[in-house]
């Protein structure tokens, strides 16, 4: 099966930086990679996604890559603002034969913006 | 758009009963919904994915006969934890995925079980 790997498990900034998350997975039939943002004792929101098709895409202040021959793929954030502070958690997901599979999700990343 | 709810959104119970939680997709149609599974400061992990009017398909190591789920409709998927012990005690999110919108998982507000 699948195995995400996420890096940094905690990542302290100073508001105004910028922040990188890196996550690598097995799979190589894996096909998209969902990152999602969770505040403390709610459900995971959907910030960005991208598609094995796609190496780059970019909303506002959060970017993803990803890099598929490596199997890697990165979320990155500029110009970080207090309410960026959160648990980030990276996904990867591939399509069986008979439709889709669940998300299997990277260990998460708190992030926390200093000030 | 693109709402997905789930109630109760705290259970407390006690060891040996059975608890129902409801996830429905409120403005749009789901043919697959998921259930996931979260221990304090860790990640989700995947339990099972149920498909509207098909059994639902568990994970390794995941009891069905324990954790009951029913995909009644396309809007519509529950998860019954029978006989709850302690080690139940969880936070047991939901998604589902847009029959039209491929891929994407839209995660429910989750529901916190306590099991005395």
């Known amino acids: 099966g699948e195995n995400v790997e996420q890096h940094p498990s905690t990542l302290s900034v100073q508001e105004g930086d910028s922040a990188v998350i890196k996550c690598t997975y097995s799979d190589s039939a894996s096909n998209y990679f969902p990152w999602y943002k969770q505040e403390l004792g709610k459900g995971p929101q959907l910030i960005i996604d991208i598609r094995s098709n796609v190496g780059e895409k970019k909303d506002q202040r959060i970017a993803v890559t990803l890099n598929k021959t490596a199997k890697h793929f990165s979320l990155h954030i500029t110009e970080t603002q207090p309410e960026d502070s959160a648990v980030y958690f990276c996904a990867a997901m591939g399509y069986s034969g008979g439709g889709a599979d669940g998300l299997t999700f990277g260990k998460g990343t708190h992030l926390i913006i200093q000030p | 758009g693109a709402v997905v709810s789930q109630h109760p959104s705290r259970v407390i119970c006690k060891s040996g009963t059975s608890v129902k939680i409801e996830c429905r997709s409120l403005?749009?149609?789901?043919?697959?919904m998921f259930w996931y599974r979260q221990f304090p400061k860790q990640s989700l992990m995947l339990m099972a994915t149920?498909?509207?009017?098909?059994?639902?398909?568990?994970e390794q190591g995941v009891e069905k006969d324990k954790f009951l789920i029913n995909h009644a409709s396309l809007t519509l998927s529950t998860l019954t934890v029978t006989s709850a012990h302690p080690e139940d005690s969880s936070f047991y999110i939901c998604?589902?995925?847009?029959?039209?919108?491929?891929?994407?998982?839209?995660f429910g507000p989750g529901t916190r079980l306590l099991v005395l």
């Open positions: 149920s498909n509207e009017g098909s059994k639902a398909t568990y």
């Open positions: 403005d749009f149609q789901a043919t697959t």
């Open positions: 998604s589902a995925e847009a029959l039209t919108g491929r891929e994407t998982q839209y």
